[in-house]
């Protein structure tokens, strides 16, 4: 299935909060699978961001380097990030069948292409 990284990264932390849930093995499993997919596409985002903070980023008042909304370099950056969150990526996965859970709705949105509730 085609994702973008904005999608797989709003996806990570409600998976994560699934996988301290019981389930069967078999789901179990499948959620886990399922996270590390996720989690080695956002390796290859998380290089490409942390490339574009440190081009267009300075350091900040904690010695952190930040790219700061008021700066020349504001614009181009959000536009590269932007481009960043929107490429599209292909995932194999199948869908983890939940039964019987309580579920945030926030989180079955974002699931949604990931999970199916029944």
């Given at each position: 299935m085609k994702l973008t990284n904005k999608e797989i990264l709003e996806a990570i932390?409600?998976?994560k909060s699934l996988l301290e849930e019981k389930f069967p093995i078999k789901?179990?499993?499948?959620?886990?699978?399922l996270a590390v997919k996720l989690d080695n596409e956002l390796k290859a985002f998380n290089d490409v961001r942390t490339g574009l903070i440190k081009k267009y980023?300075?350091?900040g008042k904690e010695g952190q380097l930040v790219v700061e909304k008021d700066s020349e370099s504001w614009t181009e950056?959000?536009?590269n990030f932007t481009e960043l969150l929107n490429q599209e990526t292909e995932v194999v996965f199948e869908k983890v069948v939940l039964?019987?859970?309580n579920i945030e709705p926030s989180h079955v949105?974002?699931?949604?292409?990931?999970i199916e509730v029944k």
């Amino acid at each position: 299935m085609k994702l973008t990284n904005k999608e797989i990264l709003e996806a990570i932390e409600p998976l994560k909060s699934l996988l301290e849930e019981k389930f069967p093995i078999k789901t179990s499993y499948a959620l886990a699978k399922l996270a590390v997919k996720l989690d080695n596409e956002l390796k290859a985002f998380n290089d490409v961001r942390t490339g574009l903070i440190k081009k267009y980023g300075v350091i900040g008042k904690e010695g952190q380097l930040v790219v700061e909304k008021d700066s020349e370099s504001w614009t181009e950056f959000e536009a590269n990030f932007t481009e960043l969150l929107n490429q599209e990526t292909e995932v194999v996965f199948e869908k983890v069948v939940l039964a019987d859970i309580n579920i945030e709705p926030s989180h079955v949105m974002v699931l949604d292409k990931f999970i199916e509730v029944k």
